[in-house]
Nanobody
Framework: QVQLVESGGGLVQAGGSLRLSCAAS??????????MAWYRQAPGKQRELVAG???????NYADSVKGRFTVSRDNTKNMVYLQLNNLNSEDTAVYYC????????????WGQGTQVTVSS
């Protein structure tokens, strides 16, 4: 069974930083041929893409986080990371890790999420 487990969320003051991690596991489940992505969902809002990273390391970001967030992956460890810098209250949300099917792009597997709360 595929599992994506996020960690690293918490309460941080505006201007602060966090580093989220996503550990992928499952029989024969490797992320090396999967697009990985981070989404977030704030209360009362739809889930939105924050950052994605393809198998060759190419990253894309939501306009609202460009220059502040950085997505990375370590295929050897089956891990994906999201570095969040210069946080503001609008970044408060549950952050989810996702993985595509092997060789494809759309999110297929999801983690349970980790809460990020930014206090002003």
């Amino acid at each position: 069974q595929v599992q994506l487990v996020e960690s690293g969320g918490g309460l941080v003051q505006a201007g602060g930083s966090l580093r989220l991690s996503c550990a992928a596991s499952g029989i024969n489940f490797r992320i090396n041929r999967r697009r990985m992505a981070w989404y977030r969902q704030a209360p009362g809002k739809q889930r939105e893409l924050v950052a994605g990273i393809t198998t060759d390391g190419s990253a894309n970001y939501a306009d609202s986080v460009k220059g502040r967030f950085t997505v990375s992956r370590d295929n050897t460890k089956n891990m994906v990371y999201l570095q969040l810098n210069n946080l503001n209250s609008e970044d408060t949300a549950v952050y989810y890790c996702s993985a595509s099917e092997s060789g494809l792009l759309n999110a297929r597997y999801w983690g349970q999420g980790t809460q990020v709360t930014v206090s002003s």
